[in-house]
C-alpha cells in the first residue's frame, strides 16, 4: 500500500456500475513519482519520505533545489511533498511510486486548493438568505444587524461577512477508487474532489474509513 502520491486533477466524467447506474467519478493523472529523500530518527528527529512530481524545465527551478532533486535522478521536479512513515528502511532513494500501489475499491483522502472565486457577497461565501424584492425595498442581498451599537461597539472577529471565497486547502475523506489505468497512470475516484483541471492533489490512503467528510469548499 502506498504512503501517497501526488497527481493533477483532469475533470469529470461518469462511469457505469453493474448494475447499470451512472456514477460521477473524476479523472486524476497520478505519478509516477520519485522519492528525492529519506529523513531518519537518527539524522532529522522523525521518519518520513520526501516525493517529487510533474517533470519540469530546469530553468525554472534555483539551484539548491536541482541540486537536492538531481542526486536521486535526471528528470527536474516541480513539486515536492513529505509524508510520514514509521520506519524508511524499506524505501529506497529513487524509487518510483506509481498508480500501481493503490488497488481499486480502495478509500482515500484527496487534498488541493479549492477553485477561488474571488471577493464574494454573503449569499453566495455563507449562504445567506435575501431580503424581500418587492418595490421600495433597500434589502435585497445585505447583511441585516451586524451588532449592536453600544456594547460591545464592535463587530466581534469570525462574523460572517462579504470576503475573498474559495482557495482554501480542502480534504475529501473516504472517497473509493473506481478504477486504475497503470498504463496511462489514471486513478479513477468515485465523487467530486477539491480545485479545477490541472490543479495539484495530493492523493493518500482514507485515514477513517467511513462516510464522505468534507470539509470547506469545493
Excluded at 448494475?19 to 521518519?47: F, H, N, W
Excluded at 421600495?136 to 442581498?141: E, P
Excluded at 482557495?167 to 475516484?189: A, F, H, Q
Amino acid at each position: 500500500m502506498s504512503i501517497g502520491i501526488l497527481g493533477k486533477k483532469l475533470g469529470m466524467s461518469q462511469f457505469f456500475d453493474e448494475k447499470g447506474r451512472a456514477v460521477p467519478v473524476t479523472l486524476i493523472e497520478a505519478g509516477p513519482c520519485r522519492i528525492t529523500q529519506l529523513k531518519s530518527m537518527a539524522t532529522d528527529g522523525y521518519s518520513s519520505v520526501q516525493i517529487g512530481f510533474g517533470v519540469t524545465r530546469e530553468k525554472l527551478i534555483n539551484k539548491p533545489l536541482k541540486g537536492h532533486i538531481s542526486k536521486t535522478g535526471k528528470e527536474f521536479l516541480r513539486y515536492l511533498k513529505e509524508y510520514r512513515v514509521t520506519d524508511v528502511d524499506t524505501y529506497k532513494l529513487g524509487e518510483k511510486i506509481t498508480v500501481g500501489d493503490f488497488e481499486a475499491g480502495q478509500k482515500v483522502d484527496v487534498s488541493g486548493d479549492s477553485m477561488g472565486r474571488g471577493f464574494s457577497g454573503y449569499q453566495k461565501r455563507h449562504g445567506f438568505s435575501r431580503g424581500p424584492m418587492s418595490h421600495g425595498s433597500k434589502n435585497h442581498r445585505q447583511p441585516g444587524s451586524t451588532g449592536a451599537g453600544t456594547t460591545p461597539g464592535r463587530i466581534y472577529p469570525g462574523k460572517r461577512m462579504a470576503g475573498r471565497y474559495g482557495g482554501k486547502k480542502v480534504t475529501t475523506r473516504s472517497l473509493t477508487i473506481i478504477k486504475i489505468d497503470n498504463e496511462k497512470n489514471l486513478l479513477v475516484v468515485k465523487g467530486s474532489v477539491p480545485g479545477k483541471p490541472g490543479s495539484l492533489l495530493n492523493i493518500r490512503p482514507a485515514k477513517r474509513v467511513g462516510s464522505n467528510l468534507k470539509g470547506g469548499d469545493k
